[in-house]
């Protein structure tokens, strides 16, 4: 069963902290995804890598980077956290044999920032 | 970019009546669209997807339809139970083995009154 988890489920940052979020797959897909969920704004693509080192910006990249060392590893960045940035983040991977297209998402860290 | 559309942001029914789910896309390149379910409190899980070579889908009590023509989709619950209280996604995309973007829809939030 894929499986794809959050370093954390609630984290609590003050406005101008470098925020880290991590997210780890272990079926070895080439696709990984950040995405935040606002509520009536749906999932809203942050940045996406297709393979290590590789990244492409999504729709809504101001104010995050990313970084992916490692095949199983996506890590999204919060340079200097703002209160705007308070939501929902979501990971999700993609790739394997047979479900190309399914992606498959974390259980999400739900991100305040004071 | 592709631009998807979902309609209701809320939908509430009895339980033993149907729910329809519909979604508009602009990206005539799209060939690939999947429904997610989000549990409160949950990750987003796919529950069902159609191509664009294929008009209908069945999988027991859901189903989805695509009119590529029209640039639309809907997913159909039958029999609904209070176990599809949920938010709906559905999403668009190129498809393709590699860095399968999805563009999602704002999600529906489906109450099922016992």
């Known amino acids: 069963d894929v499986k794809v988890t959050q370093s954390s489920r609630y984290l609590v940052k003050r406005t101008g902290e470098k925020v880290f979020l991590e997210c780890v797959q272990d079926?070895?897909?080439?696709?990984m995804f950040w995405y935040r969920q606002d509520p009536g704004l749906g999932l809203r693509l942050i940045y996406f890598?297709?393979?290590?080192?590789?990244?492409e910006k999504g729709d809504i990249p101001e104010g995050y980077s990313v970084s992916r060392e490692k095949k199983e590893r996506f890590s999204l960045i919060l340079e200097s956290a703002s209160t705007n940035q308070t939501s929902m983040y979501l990971c999700?991977?993609?790739?394997?044999?047979?479900?190309?297209?399914?992606?498959?998402f974390g259980p999400g860290t739900r991100l305040t920032v004071l | 970019g592709e631009n998807v559309e979902q309609h209701p942001s809320t939908l509430s029914v009895q339980e033993g009546d149907s729910a329809v789910i519909k979604c508009t896309y602009s990206d005539s390149a799209s060939n690939y669209f999947p429904w997610y379910k989000q549990e409160l409190g949950k990750r987003p899980q796919l529950i069902i997807d159609?191509?664009?070579?294929?008009g209908e889908k069945k999988d027991q009590r859901i189903a989805v339809t695509l009119n590529k023509t029209a640039k639309h989709f809907s997913l159909h619950i039958t029999e609904t139970q209070p176990e599809d209280s949920a938010v709906y996604f559905c999403a668009a995309s190129r498809g393709g083995w590699n860095f399968n973007k999805f563009y999602f829809g704002s999600g529906t939030k489906l109450n099922v009154k016992p």
């Open positions: 999700a991977s993609s790739g394997g044999r047979g479900r190309e297209n399914e992606q498959f």
């Open positions: 159609i191509r664009s070579n294929v």
């Open positions: 890598s297709y393979d290590v080192k590789m990244k």
């Open positions: 079926m070895d897909h080439e696709n």
